[in-house]
Nanobody, 115 residues
């Protein structure tokens, strides 16, 4: 059974930084595309950043230049470095691993940006 375990969320002041991690218990981790999504209260879940198996990346316009997604295939882990955080970044952040037809989600980690 595939498990995704997220960590690194918390409370941070505006302008601060956090690094989220997602450790995956999955065979052949390197062939999967991965992503970080977020869902704020009353809003739909949205893609924040994605990284493919060949390490191509894409970002939501709202986080470009502030967030960086990366992966360590040896550790079966994907990261999201978040800098210059804003109150509007407050949300539950979810890790996603997919390779059609497989699609897996983590349990989510709360990120709160507030003074």
């Amino acid at each position: 059974q595939v498990q995704l375990v997220e960590s690194g969320g918390g409370l941070v002041q505006p302008g601060g930084s956090l690094r989220l991690s997602c450790a995956a218990s999955i065979t052949f981790f390197s062939i999967y595309d991965m992503g970080w999504y977020r869902q704020a209260p009353g809003k739909q879940r949205e893609l924040v950043a994605g990284i493919t198996s060949d390490r191509s990346t894409n970002y939501a316009d709202s986080v470009k230049g502030r967030f960086t997604i990366s992966r360590d295939n040896a550790k079966k882990t994907v990261y999201l470095q978040m800098n210059s955080l804003k109150p509007e970044d407050t949300a539950v952040y979810y890790c996603n691993v997919h390779r059609s037809p497989a699609n897996y989600w983590g349990q989510g980690t709360q990120v709160t940006v507030s003074s």
